[in-house]
């Protein structure tokens, strides 16, 4: 199993440019997240879903938009980038119903917004 | 409102010796916790979890404490390794709840 998978590993935006962030998980997770890490800071979810077609916002969603039609992938757009978004971002999965259970990492995008 | 609190960013610790980082949290809602490594250019990975109905858990070298009343928890390492230097992360969750608050980390170096 490949676990958790992301690209791009690194990414420059200029400012109001946009792109998505690709997710993917081959553990059949039903649960999938976003989370933005800034420096010194701890993870903030961006967004999470709970199933394929069921998404909702974490406790930064603005500026970011999500998808999920198939249990595997889980992208992240960014339709008009700005230098807060300069973080690193990380997509995770889990499995357990009625708690996040312990939850799998990507290695991390790290995005630059210049 | 930071309801999960690291209030350490850095610690360093000998070989050998035990390493002891700490996290506070605000919500007594929260009833499930966990302690997350994270080596550079890498995702955290799992380390150890505790549920609110115990107050220690133990998983090889690394023991986790939970202490209701004070709201607070702590990850013990013994005997510390060079490998476990790394940054470590708690976090916390409400039963049914499919989210995890995190800490903002704590960098721990095991010196020779």
């Known amino acids: 199993n490949a676990g958790v998978t992301q690209t791009p590993k690194f990414r420059i935006l200029k400012i109001g440019q946009s792109m998505t962030l690709q997710c993917t998980q081959d553990m059949n997770h039903n649960y999938m997240y976003w989370y933005r890490q800034d420096p010194g800071m701890g993870l903030k979810l961006i967004y999470y879903?709970?199933?394929?077609?069921?998404?909702d916002k974490g406790e930064v969603p603005n500026g970011y938009n999500v998808s999920r039609s198939t249990t595997e992938d889980f992208p992240l757009r960014l339709e008009l980038a700005a230098p807060s978004q300069t973080s690193v971002y990380f997509c995770?999965?889990?499995?357990?119903?009625?708690?996040?259970?312990?939850?799998?990492f990507g290695p991390g995008t790290r995005l630059t917004v210049l | 409102d930071q309801q999960v609190k690291q209030n350490s960013p850095s610690l360093s610790v000998q070989e050998g010796r035990i390493s002891i980082l700490n996290c506070d949290y605000t919500?007594?809602?929260?009833?499930?916790f966990l302690w997350y490594k994270k080596y550079p250019a890498e995702g955290p990975t799992f380390l150890i979890s505790i549920s609110s109905i115990k107050d220690k858990n133990e998983d090889g070298r690394f023991t986790v404490f939970l202490n209701k009343s004070a709201k607070h928890l702590s990850l013990h390492i013994v005997p510390s390794q060079p490998g476990d230097s790394a940054v470590y992360f708690c976090?916390?969750?409400?039963?049914?709840?499919?989210?995890?608050?995190f800490g903002q980390g704590t960098r721990l170096t095991i010196n020779p």
């Open positions: 976090a916390a969750s409400v039963q049914g709840a499919q989210k995890l608050v």
């Open positions: 919500n007594s809602m929260f009833d499930y």
């Open positions: 995770a999965s889990s499995y357990r119903r009625g708690g996040p259970g312990e939850q799998f």
């Open positions: 879903s709970v199933g394929a077609g069921i998404t």
